[in-house]
């Protein structure tokens, strides 16, 4: 089976990423074979939110917004015979900033084709951490939170409240890598079981039917070495008819299709549904 589209793309909009034009994934994803791009950049955080990364680069400026809309309009059309392309965003959900978020999303929302609700940060001690920003960071949530199986905890906990949010009709449909607190496994290794966590989760996801991020971007990183989510939950996922949603998360042209190759059957991604 031929994999034919990602559905988590970043942008040259993205603080964080690279400058690699709008046009050079769309180029890159036609010599791939694929019939379509989903872009998904990580939208403004909430205007009170403190941005906890050294270089406040978390997601884009409420200023560019008009300027990511209009460029994604012009490459529909430049493209529109030869790649499906949607226009979307990476919304952070941030536990306490909902009202912030709704909002947003409300004054955007017409100009989403697509979109992921993904959880980044987690708050300890009055103190909030970018949890996937390196793993020195992540130690020092580890320390913060008391042990590991807590910050595990936490982060379960805090995607439940994401899939139960009330974000309004623009809320995104998609939930974004599940297992990113596993980015640095290998060098914090979990000894305990998470797997109620999991089927809660999961369990949520389909009583609410919305669809999976099943995210190529941690087999690449040093510490992970697995998709969000690996195999098992994925597998678990598809028992519950959670439509699988390919993501590379990539943040350069060339990470098109990257982390794909995974066990599960590629027959099992679907397209994302559209508003």
Same mark, same amino acid.
């Given at each position: 089976?031929?994999l034919?589209?990602?559905?988590?793309?970043?942008?040259p #909009? @993205?603080?964080?990423? *690279?400058? /690699?034009? %709008?046009s050079?994934?769309? +180029? &890159?994803?036609?010599?791939?074979?694929?019939?379509?791009?989903?872009?998904?950049?990580?939208?403004?955080?909430?205007?009170?939110?403190?941005?906890?990364?050294?270089?406040?680069?978390?997601?884009?400026?409420?200023?560019?917004?008009?300027?990511?809309?209009?460029?994604?309009?012009?490459?529909?059309?430049?493209y529109?015979?030869?790649?499906?392309?949607?226009?979307?965003?990476?919304?952070?959900?941030?536990e306490?900033?909902?009202?912030?978020?709704?909002?947003?999303?409300?004054?955007?929302?017409?100009?989403?084709?697509d979109?992921?609700?993904?959880?980044?940060?987690?708050?300890?001690?009055?103190?909030? #951490? @970018?949890?996937?920003? *390196?793993? /020195?960071? %992540?130690?020092?949530?580890? +320390? &913060?939170?008391?042990?590991?199986?807590?910050?595990?905890?936490?982060?379960?906990?805090?995607?439940?409240?994401?899939?139960?949010?009330?974000?309004?009709?623009?809320?995104?449909?998609?939930?974004?890598?599940?297992?990113?607190?596993?980015?640095?496994?290998?060098?914090?290794?979990?000894?305990?079981?998470?797997?109620?966590?999991?089927?809660?989760?999961?369990?949520?996801?389909?009583?609410?039917?919305?669809?999976?991020?099943?995210?190529?971007?941690?087999?690449?990183?040093?510490f992970?070495r697995?998709p969000?989510?690996?195999?098992?939950?994925?597998?678990?996922?598809?028992?519950?008819?959670?439509?699988?949603?390919?993501?590379?998360?990539?943040?350069?042209?060339?990470?098109l299709?990257?982390?794909?190759?995974?066990?599960?059957?590629?027959?099992?991604?679907?397209?994302?549904?559209?508003?």
């Open positions: 089976m031929k034919v589209y990602d559905g988590h793309v970043h942008t #909009y @993205c603080p964080h990423g *690279s400058a /690699d034009s %709008f050079a994934y769309a +180029e &890159a994803a036609i010599q791939k074979g694929y019939s379509g791009l989903t872009f998904t950049e990580h939208a403004p955080l909430p205007k009170s939110f403190v941005d906890p990364t050294p270089f406040k680069d978390s997601g884009m400026q409420q200023g560019q917004l008009s300027g990511y809309f209009q460029e994604l309009n012009a490459l529909k059309r430049y529109h015979s030869h790649l499906t392309i949607r226009t979307g965003l990476e919304v952070d959900y941030i306490g900033y909902e009202e912030e978020i709704r909002t947003f999303l409300n004054e955007v929302g017409e100009e989403l084709d979109a992921i609700l993904s959880v980044h940060f987690l708050k300890q001690k009055e103190k909030w #951490y @970018c949890l996937d920003y *390196s793993p /020195d960071v %992540f130690g020092e949530l580890v +320390e &913060a939170t008391g042990s590991l199986e807590e910050v595990y905890r936490n982060y379960f906990q805090a995607l439940l409240h994401s899939i139960k949010s009330d974000l309004g009709q623009f809320k995104p449909s998609r939930i974004g890598h599940i297992t990113l607190v596993r980015k640095f496994h290998t060098k914090f290794p979990p000894d305990f079981s998470y797997e109620e966590e999991i089927v809660k989760v999961l369990d949520e996801i389909a009583k609410k039917g919305l669809e999976l991020d099943y995210n190529g971007a941690g087999m690449m990183k040093e992970c697995e969000y989510p690996p195999a098992w939950i994925a597998r678990e996922a598809l028992k519950r008819n959670i439509p699988l949603v390919y993501g590379s998360d990539a943040h350069t042209a060339k990470g299709k990257q982390g794909y190759k995974e066990l599960i059957g590629k027959e099992a991604f679907k397209m994302p549904s559209t508003r």
